[in-house]
């Protein structure tokens, strides 16, 4: 009885696979361990930065990287993109070749890794007035007294399935005018963060293998030992604020200011990251009588997922029926 219904069920596999029934992974190519990191970033805006929403998702090897993003404007910057503006971008190390992909078109353009530029965000054209140029060049400020605190508050919650506690973080510093008037830079984060998992542990070895290969290929060098940064739109925010009055050496110094960031414990999930600026040096406070209250701008950032995947060998390459663009 058992051989007959064993050879029952043998025949019944046989027939169904015959038949095209069975289920069957589409993409032929192998499958590989990847490091996934998804995340999502909202900025409220600031002059020469329009509000934006981004979504990206980044896939690494050792020696291969691809980063897919999706951007929708808001106000003039919706505008200007038109619909949601999706890109991505794949580095071959292997290879040594950037390829760049164009979604709407179906097409494709091929640079070599040294000489490919990196990926630039649109930026509307800036426009200064006649007043901006007036106070640009009769104003400037220097940053005094600065002060840095990192305190743990308690709260735990789980945010996208990751166990995070909070952080709040105050940044303040104070600016003098060469008319010795005084401002405030206040910069407030809500920060939560969560214990490194293995498979983070092990997504991570990846990246940093990618870093280390890419750094080599350009002659470069790529911090990453460190766990928490300030985000970088948050830096271009702050100095692009404070460019017409600080030199470029002093805002780089100022921004240096928060690697103190590194007493944070664990890997941030979400920032939720504000700027006040109040105070009368070099009338700056003028140019924002009508946000009232509200901060200069506030800016999120927050890691929706993050593992280590098995990914096709295809993702890392331009999908069939694409075509160069030469």
């Given amino acids: 009885m058992f051989r007959r219904t064993a050879?029952?069920?043998?025949?019944?596999?046989?027939?169904?696979?015959?038949?095209?029934?069975?289920?069957?992974?589409p993409d032929p190519?192998?499958?590989?361990?990847?490091?996934?990191?998804?995340?999502?970033?909202?900025?409220e805006g600031i002059r020469d930065f329009p509000a934006f929403e981004r979504t990206t998702r980044t896939y690494t090897r050792a020696n291969m990287q691809r980063s897919e993003s999706t951007v929708t404007g808001v106000g003039t910057l919706a505008r200007f993109l038109g619909d949601a503006s999706a890109d991505a971008r794949i580095e071959r190390l292997d290879r040594k070749l950037v390829w760049t992909l164009d979604a709407k078109t179906k097409r494709f353009s091929e640079c070599p890794l040294k000489g490919c530029p990196a990926p630039l965000p649109r930026k509307l054209?800036?426009?200064?007035?006649?007043?901006?140029?007036?106070?640009?060049?009769?104003?400037?400020?220097?940053?005094?007294?600065?002060?840095?605190?990192?305190?743990p508050t308690g709260q735990k919650r789980s945010i996208n399935g990751f166990d995070a506690e909070q952080y709040d973080v105050k940044w303040l510093a104070t600016l003098r005018d060469n008319a010795s008037r005084k401002s405030i830079s206040a910069v407030s984060m809500d920060l939560w963060?969560?214990?490194?998992?293995?498979?983070?542990?092990?997504?991570?070895?990846?990246?940093?293998?990618?870093?280390?290969?890419?750094?080599?290929?350009?002659?470069?060098?790529?911090?990453?030992?460190?766990?928490?940064v300030l985000p970088a739109e948050v830096g271009k925010m702050i100095s692009s604020r404070l460019s017409a009055h600080v030199?470029?050496?002093?805002?780089?110094?100022?921004?240096?200011g928060a690697k103190k960031l590194d007493r944070v414990k664990g890997w941030p999930i979400?920032?939720?990251?504000?700027?006040?600026?109040?105070?009368?040096?070099?009338?700056?406070?003028?140019?924002?009588?009508?946000?009232?209250?509200?901060?200069?701008?506030?800016?999120?950032?927050?890691?929706?997922?993050?593992?280590?995947?098995a990914q096709h060998d295809s993702l890392f390459a331009p999908p069939k029926g694409y075509k160069i663009t030469k």
Wanted: charge should be negative; hydrophobic fraction near 35%; charged fraction near 25%.
């Fill in 247 to 256: 030199s470029p050496s002093d805002r780089a110094a100022f921004l240096a």
């Fill in 125 to 151: 054209p800036e426009k200064k007035s006649e007043e901006d140029k007036a106070r640009d060049a009769q104003c400037r400020l220097t940053i005094g007294n600065t002060t840095f605190s990192v305190e």
């Fill in 193 to 228: 963060t969560t214990p490194i998992t293995p498979a983070m542990k092990d997504a991570m070895a990846l990246e940093k293998a990618y870093a280390r290969a890419h750094d080599k290929i350009l002659g470069t060098a790529t911090k990453t030992d460190r766990l928490v």
């Fill in 7 to 25: 050879s029952r069920v043998s025949i019944a596999l046989v027939l169904t696979g015959c038949s095209g029934l069975a289920p069957r992974d």
């Fill in 29 to 43: 190519t192998p499958l590989k361990p990847t490091a996934v990191i998804e995340t999502h970033l909202v900025s």
């Fill in 270 to 309: 979400l920032m939720d990251v504000t700027w006040r600026f109040t105070g009368e040096a070099c009338s700056i406070d003028e140019t924002m009588k009508d946000i009232g209250d509200q901060p200069l701008f506030r800016f999120m950032s927050e890691v929706r997922s993050y593992n280590l995947e």
